[in-house]
């Protein structure tokens, strides 16, 4: 067994959602167990069906590592099964495939003191080829996103809540059933709603690179399905104001495609994927 060292308590629960992938769960509580200033708990929430995560708990002490048997699918339905679960005050969502900083857990408890009702979200490195995971952030300057409108300001790879907070907001929408959309979700609702979100750089994680080209490519079509979904959602709520974010997105992908050669921007895979997206998923937010 590893057995944590004993240290001030920190009142924070790691939550990790995963589901199948053991070699990265595996590095991921490895640098977790090695932070500086050591969580209460790690909750693994296991959606394998494959027992997984309790092959890897077995490394440690089950009071800082516990896993939660979920049957279902979705990091969304992932992240509320560890926050419910979790015995600690300020919840830390790290990814399966992600391994955090050192310091990470350090950070965000001081953060927390200084700003105790806000999000706080901070840098996705590459660990690897840059172009080989899903996203990057590597931003070196703090930013204060309270009181903006915007949908991308928030990564759930990197992420710190108040566990309180967020079970009274009503955690992630579960409606979202794969990887994306649940984090541009909750960060448009939570700031609509008039709470406190901030980037900060000192909360590191490290995305590995471990995805076939193949793999990287099918993630890359979820995510634009799952901004359909976020678009149909809050479009058949009556919020018009989401235009905005699809016009961009739009934009973007049009530019991207006409710069590779094509000729009509309407036709390019990824724009045809959002709008069929918000129309096939229209009937899932009724």
Known sequence: ???????????????????????????????????????????????????????????????????VEDDGRGAARARN????????????????????????????????????RAILTGQMRAGGDRDAVPSVREDPEPRDFSGTFTCAALYTGSMAVPRREFLAFGGFDERFPSAGGEDNDFCYRWLRAGHELR?????????????????????????????????????????????????????????????AGSVSPIDTPAVGMQLRSIVTNWHRFA
């Open 199 to 259: 980037y900060e750089p000192e909360l590191i994680v490290t995305h590995r690179d471990w995805r076939t080209p193949e793999q990287l490519r099918a993630v890359r079509a979820e995510y634009g399905r799952a901004a359909g979904m976020f678009y149909a959602k809050h479009l058949r709520a009556g919020d018009v104001r989401v235009l905005t974010f699809l016009i961009g997105d739009l934009r973007i992908l049009a530019r991207a495609h006409l710069r």
């Open 1 to 67: 067994m590893i057995r944590p060292v004993t240290t001030e308590s920190t009142a924070a629960t790691v939550v990790v959602p995963t589901a199948g992938r053991p070699e990265n769960l595996a590095m991921c509580l490895a640098a977790l167990a090695a932070t500086d200033a050591r969580p209460a708990e790690i909750v693994l929430v296991d959606q394998s069906g494959e027992g997984v995560a309790a092959r890897a708990a077995a490394e440690y002490d089950e009071p800082f590592v516990r896993v």
């Open 81 to 116: 099964r560890g926050a419910e679960a979790a015995r600690g005050d300020l919840l830390l969502f790290v990814d399966d495939d992600c391994v955090a900083d050192p310091g990470i857990v350090g950070a965000a408890r001081r953060l927390h003191r200084e700003y105790p």
